[in-house]
């Protein structure tokens, strides 16, 4: 048990260091499936929703890119038309996902780091 409370500690950990981020308003962990594997307490967006869109976005980037006969997708950024909001998507293993979303275009390089980093230390995990 003790390995399974180590693993919920650390996606704890780290939806709240991604939550830290100026202008992250949520995130979550997901499956590629969708399911939940850890979640912000936001209310800015459905967990169950959030993690479908995310594994559905990644779903759609890599059949893409084996159409076009490219390595898989790392991350995806979608940028909303008024420049008033974004999702991320990042791989941390072929099973798992990061999905957030953020309403501050200037910290897309400051989300971006911290989720390469958290992607990172997660994988060895999940």
């Known amino acids: 048990m003790s390995e399974i409370n180590h693993l919920n500690t650390k996606v704890e950990s780290s939806v709240a260091d991604i939550m830290a981020v100026e202008g992250v308003i949520s ?6 499936e969708g399911q939940i ?3 912000s307490e936001s209310n800015s967006a459905s967990s169950p929703f959030l993690g479908i869109t995310g594994a559905t976005m990644y779903a759609s980037a890599e059949a893409a890119c084996s159409t076009f006969h490219v390595s ?13 909001g974004l999702i991320i998507v990042k791989s941390i293993n072929r099973k798992n996902l990061i999905v957030i979303i953020a309403n501050k275009m200037e910290s ?5 780091k911290m989720i390469n980093t958290i992607s990172g230390n997660l994988a060895e995990d999940l």
């Open 27 to 32: 995130c979550a962990i997901v499956s590629t």
């Open 37 to 39: 594997i850890g979640k």
């Open 72 to 84: 898989a997708p790392d991350d995806i950024l979608m940028e909303t038309k008024n420049k008033d």
């Open 108 to 112: 897309i390089a400051e989300i971006r």
